[in-house]
């Protein structure tokens, strides 16, 4: 097999980003920098899941918004230095762990490193 261009390789990752996937009962997170302080943050939002397979407030039953909506508050934060720092974190921390599906831990490893990368160099970071 021949080897990936850098604008194959996006391609491939992008129609991967448009495949269907079961959501993680045990929640979301979303991922920013703090630059200032020199880590990554992490924040763990709990849901639910209707028999849609969609994620759900879990206070409300409300289908939760991929474009925002209304304030949510998050159930843990994680800070770290670097990925595998905050990786750990989230993998080796006591019961109950906020991560239930291999899949979403993969997910996860990668936009940390994503995430380290951007802040290793200054850039900004999105989250896919």
């Known amino acids: 097999m021949a080897p990936l261009s850098p604008q194959q390789r996006r391609e491939l990752d992008d129609a991967h980003s448009n495949r269907a996937i079961e959501l993680d009962p045990s929640g979301y997170f979303l991922i920013r920098i703090d630059a200032a302080a020199g880590e990554l943050v992490v924040q763990h939002f709990g849901n639910g899941i209707n028999d849609q397979g969609l994620a759900t407030d879990p206070d409300t039953g409300e289908v939760l918004s991929c474009r925002g909506g209304g304030p949510r ?56």
């Open 73 to 128: 508050s998050a159930t843990a934060e994680y800070r770290g230095r670097s990925a595998k720092e905050l990786g750990m974190a989230l993998t080796e921390s006591p019961e109950p762990s906020p991560l239930s599906r291999l899949d979403h831990a993969l997910y996860l490893g990668r936009e940390l490193q994503k995430a380290e990368l951007c802040l290793e160099q200054g850039l900004d970071y999105v989250q896919d």
